[in-house]
């Protein structure tokens, strides 16, 4: 062998060596004491977290979509909170009512109204399936034509009554400062169905988790509910890493147990210090089975918000508790 050749052996050890040790450092280390925080919140780790419902088979939030993630074993059902025009709380994640319904045919000149300018009956009027069979033909099925909106009432409902899985619900307030009181509609509701706290059990597991964008809301929903786990959103403009710093200081000041990112912002310096904050990381939005492998490299495999939580349940190891055709079929679907 050259001496050459022994240098840039020696080099690349030293190099391999010293990317374990930042490795170990920026992600092994700060995850020590993270199970027990995950606990104490009531959160599992590796969470399942079915986006919108399983929304990539069937109409986002939607009860086939619920269902389906219910049944193939999400641990959380997650959600848009906002609220109609004779104040009852529904499931959509469009401003535009029009966007994934038929508002356009059934309410000229309405299509582009947001929720609070359209009452229950109204909206419990709208086809909120037949658009995914147009977009999504290879998934279209004919039980999807003419789904309904749905009211958290009745998300409540479907969560509580599946057999072999009873997963709890992450909802999120939907552009709160458009409702305003939307956290103690929200909070009294839960409370009035018994959703608030934790499932009976060792585990502790928490029955549902608040998620916002505006942190006015997560400080109204702590002084409401402050047995109920929080989780501060964020988009794409948090780049800079001293922007990151900053917004995790806040987070973790502010009481909340976990940030939800964008995916793009999870390198490992940035998960660190989330973790040594004592916050888990959940990044929306991950649907393949390679972004998975890649965010649990960089250390963000605490969950994440998936349309595929049948692929999600795969990655991590956990079988499907029912295969989709079976699910949709014996649901009617």
């Known amino acids: 062998m050259t001496k050459k050749k022994v240098?840039?052996?020696?080099?690349?050890?030293?190099?391999?060596?010293?990317?374990?040790?930042?490795?170990?450092?920026?992600?092994?280390?700060?995850?020590?004491?993270?199970?027990?925080?995950?606990?104490?919140?009531?959160?599992?780790?590796?969470?399942?977290?079915?986006?919108?419902?399983?929304?990539?088979?069937?109409?986002?939030?939607?009860?086939?979509?619920?269902?389906?993630?219910r049944d193939m074993g999400a641990d959380l059902l997650e959600g848009d909170i906002q609220r109609t025009k004779d104040g009852v709380l529904v499931l959509l994640h469009s401003h535009a009512?029009?966007?994934?319904?038929?508002?356009?045919?059934?309410?000229?000149?309405?299509?582009?109204?947001?929720?609070?300018?359209?009452?229950?009956?109204?909206?419990?009027?709208?086809?909120?399936?037949?658009?995914?069979?147009?977009?999504?033909?290879?998934?279209?099925?004919?039980?999807?034509?003419?789904?309904?909106?749905?009211?958290?009432?009745?998300?409540?409902?479907?969560?509580?009554?599946?057999?072999?899985?009873?997963?709890?619900?992450?909802?999120?307030?939907?552009?709160?400062?458009?409702?305003?009181?939307?956290?103690?509609?929200?909070?009294?509701?839960?409370?009035?169905?018994?959703?608030?706290?934790?499932?009976?059990?060792?585990?502790?597991?928490?029955?549902?988790?608040?998620?916002?964008?505006r942190p006015e809301s997560l400080a109204r929903l702590r002084e409401l509910a402050p047995e109920v786990?929080?989780?501060?959103?964020?988009?794409?403009?948090?780049?800079?890493?001293?922007?990151?710093?900053a917004m995790t200081r806040e987070i973790a000041g502010g009481g909340a147990q976990g940030v939800g990112p964008t995916a793009y912002l999870c390198w490992p310096w940035n998960v660190s210090t989330a973790h040594r904050a004592g916050l888990l990381v959940h990044p929306y939005t991950v649907n393949a089975v390679w972004q998975f492998r890649i965010l649990a490299l960089l250390g963000a495999d605490d969950g994440c918000f998936t349309d595929r939580c049948d692929q999600s349940l795969r990655f991590y190891g956990r079988p499907l508790l029912g295969q989709p055709e079976a699910i949709l079929a014996r649901n009617g679907y």
Do not use: C
Request: no cysteine; hydrophobic share 45%; charged share 25%.
């Open 7 to 69: 240098i840039v052996m020696v080099v690349a050890a030293l190099l391999a060596g010293a990317l374990a040790r930042a490795y170990v450092q920026q992600v092994t280390l700060p995850k020590r004491g993270l199970e027990k925080s995950a606990a104490a919140a009531g959160i599992p780790r590796h969470a399942v977290i079915a986006h919108r419902g399983a929304s990539y088979l069937a109409p986002e939030e939607t009860a086939p979509a619920y269902v389906l993630a």
């Open 97 to 213: 009512v029009g966007e994934t319904t038929n508002a356009a045919q059934l309410f000229p000149g309405r299509a582009n109204d947001p929720v609070d300018r359209f009452t229950l009956a109204e909206l419990k009027r709208l086809d909120a399936g037949s658009w995914f069979n147009a977009a999504h033909p290879r998934r279209a099925r004919a039980g999807y034509a003419g789904l309904k909106i749905l009211t958290l009432d009745e998300l409540v409902t479907l969560a509580e009554s599946g057999t072999a899985n009873r997963p709890a619900l992450y909802l999120e307030t939907k552009s709160p400062e458009r409702f305003p009181g939307v956290e103690r509609d929200l909070v009294e509701l839960l409370r009035r169905r018994g959703w608030l706290g934790t499932f009976p059990g060792p585990e502790r597991r928490a029955k549902v988790i608040f998620q916002s964008f």
């Open 229 to 245: 786990p929080r989780v501060r959103l964020f988009g794409s403009k948090l780049f800079d890493r001293a922007a990151w710093d």
